[in-house]
C-alpha cells in the first residue's frame, strides 16, 4: 500500500488537454454568468423609460438580484462541499440561465425583481464552485494565471451583453437581450458529461477509482495500484466549515478579504449598473453609453490575465494592493471633462483594477484555504462581498437622486478601492501564503 498526495501531484502536473477542457467548461460557464449579471446595466436606461422608474427605483430594482447573489453564494458554496461541485454547478445554471430567460416576459417591476433575484441565486452560487473547481486542478506554478483566463469569460460575457445591446435593443427591444440567455439550458448535457468533479469530494466520498481514473487524466505518469491510499490537504468535515473560517491564525485575514469583496463587490456593481446611465447624462448619446461598458469589461480581460500572470511570478496579495489603489485614482478622474481617447483610456483601466482585481481576488481566496473549506471560503467571502454589489446600484441611484455633480458620483465610487487596498496591506502583511494551503509531499 502507498499513499498518494494528490494536491502534490496536481501541483507538479504539466498543463495537458484535461486542464484545457476544465479550463473552457469553467471559462464558458462564467460567460454565461457574466452575460446575465451585466444584462440590467445594458437594458436599465429602456427600462426607466418604459416602467418611468426614478433613479432610486431603479437603483433598488438592480439590487433584488444581488440579494439573490448574496444568499447564492452563501448557500451554494458550502452546499458543494456537501453534495460536490458539478451538483451545485449544475443547480446554479438552471436557476440563473432559466429566470433570465423569464425576466424577458416581464410585465411589471415587481416580476422583473422576482426573476432577478432567483437568477441572482445561481449567478452567486456559481462563481465560487468554478473557481475552487479550476483552482483544484490548475498546476501551481501557473493557477493564478489559469482562474484569472477562466474567470476573465465574465468580462467576455459582460461584453457580449452590452455588443449584443447596442444590436438588439434598437431592434426588436429590451426583452431580447433576455433571450439569448437561453444557450447555457442548450448546453446543459454537455456540460454535465464533460466538466469534471472534485478530486477531494471524491476521496471524502470514498470514490477512489473515479478519483484515480481523475488523477491520471491531471497527472498521466501517475498509474493506479491496488491499495492506493489518496490523501489531500483537505481541512475537517465539512460540516464544519465555516467556523474553520476563523481557526488556524485565519480569522483576521478572513476578516480583510470579506472587507476587500466588499468594496470591490460595491465598485464593480456600481460600474455596471450606472456607467451607462452617468454618461448618458454627461451628454453622450446610448450607444457610445453602452460602448463605455463594452470598454469596461475589456479592460478587465487584460487586469485579470495580466495580474494572474504577475501574481504567479510575485505575492498575488501584493498585486492586488496595487490594483486596488489604481482603481481608486482612476474612477475618481472619470468625473473630469477629458478627451475621447483618455476618457476610454481611463475606462479600460477602471475595468482593470476593479472587475479584473474581483477575478484575482477569487484566486487570491482559493489559494488561501484548504481544499476541504475552499469553496465555503469562496462562497462566504463572496456572499459578504454582495453586500457590497447591493450597496453599489443602490449608491448609484441615491446619488443621481439628488443630481450631486458628476465628478462627486465618480468620487464616491472610488472611495472604496482606497479602502480595500489597505485591507490588503493588512492581509499581506500576515504572509498567508507561506503554510495554509501548502500541500504536503507526496509520501511513497
Known amino acids: 500500500m502507498r499513499a498518494v498526495d494528490i494536491n502534490a501531484l496536481i501541483d507538479q502536473a ?21 452575460y446575465d449579471l451585466v444584462i440590467y446595466g445594458v437594458v436599465l436606461p429602456a427600462l426607466m423609460q418604459e416602467w418611468g422608474m426614478t433613479p432610486l427605483q431603479a437603483g433598488a430594482l438592480g439590487s433584488y438580484a444581488l440579494f439573490g447573489m448574496m444568499f447564492g453564494a452563501l448557500v451554494f458554496g458550502p452546499l458543494s462541499d456537501r453534495i460536490g461541485r458539478k451538483k451545485a454547478i449544475t443547480l446554479c445554471v ?13 410585465h411589471n417591476p415587481t416580476e422583473f425583481g422576482i426573476c432577478r433575484f432567483i437568477a441572482g441565486l445561481g449567478i452567486g452560487g456559481v462563481m465560487p464552485n468554478v473557481v475552487a473547481l479550476m483552482n483544484e486542478y490548475a498546476p501551481k506554478k501557473i493557477r493564478s494565471t489559469l482562474v484569472a483566463i477562466m474567470f476573465s ?14 444590436v438588439l435593443l434598437p431592434a426588436f427591444g429590451w426583452q431580447s437581450v433576455f433571450y439569448v440567455a437561453v444557450i447555457p439550458l442548450l448546453t446543459l448535457p454537455l456540460i454535465l458529461r464533460f466538466l ?19 488523477l491520471q487524466r491531471v497527472e498521466p505518469s501517475y498509474q493506479p495500484q491496488a491499495g492506493d491510499q489518496l490523501e489531500a490537504a483537505a481541512g475537517k468535515a465539512p460540516g464544519a466549515a465555516v467556523p474553520q473560517l476563523f481557526h488556524e491564525g485565519r480569522a483576521l485575514n478572513t476578516l480583510m478579504l470579506w472587507v476587500a469583496f466588499f468594496c470591490c463587490l460595491l465598485m464593480v456593481y456600481a460600474l455596471n449598473s450606472w ?26 480581460i487584460f487586469g485579470a490575465v495580466g495580474g494572474g500572470w504577475i501574481g504567479d511570478r510575485f505575492k498575488l496579495d501584493k498585486v492586488l494592493v496595487v490594483f486596488f489603489a489604481v482603481a481608486a485614482l482612476s ?10 481617447p483618455v476618457l476610454y483610456l481611463l475606462i479600460a483601466i477602471a475595468g482593470a483594477t476593479t472587475i479584473g482585481t474581483q477575478i484575482l481576488a477569487y484566486a487570491c481566496v482559493a489559494q488561501f484555504y484548504p481544499m476541504g473549506i475552499r469553496s465555503t471560503g469562496l462562497g462566504w467571502a463572496s456572499g459578504i462581498g454582495r453586500s457590497g454589489a447591493i450597496v453599489g446600484p443602490l449608491l448609484g441611484g441615491a446619488l443621481l437622486g439628488v443630481q ?3 465628478p462627486l458620483n465618480f468620487l464616491a465610487f472610488a472611495v472604496p478601492g482606497a479602502v480595500a487596498a489597505l485591507a490588503m496591506m493588512v492581509f499581506a502583511s500576515r504572509s498567508p501564503f507561506a503554510s495554509k494551503a501548502s500541500p504536503l509531499p507526496a509520501k511513497a
Open 404 to 406: 450631486l455633480p458628476l
Open 196 to 214: 469534471p468533479e472534485s478530486l477531494g469530494f471524491l476521496v471524502r466520498q470514498g470514490r477512489i477509482e473515479q478519483a484515480q481514473q481523475l
Open 331 to 340: 474612477i475618481s478622474l472619470l468625473g473630469f471633462k477629458s478627451p475621447t
Open 153 to 166: 469569460g465574465y468580462s467576455v460575457g459582460g461584453m457580449l451583453s452590452a455588443g449584443l445591446g447596442i
Open 275 to 300: 456607467l451607462p446611465k452617468l454618461m448618458n447624462n454627461a451628454g453622450y448619446g446610448l450607444g457610445s453609453s453602452l460602448a463605455f461598458l463594452l470598454v469596461l469589461n475589456f479592460g478587465a
Open 94 to 106: 438552471i436557476l440563473f440561465s432559466g429566470f433570465t430567460v423569464l425576466n424577458g416576459f416581464a
Open 14 to 34: 504539466k498543463f495537458n488537454p484535461f486542464h484545457w477542457r476544465v479550463l473552457f467548461w469553467c471559462a464558458l460557464i462564467i460567460i454565461f454568468d457574466g
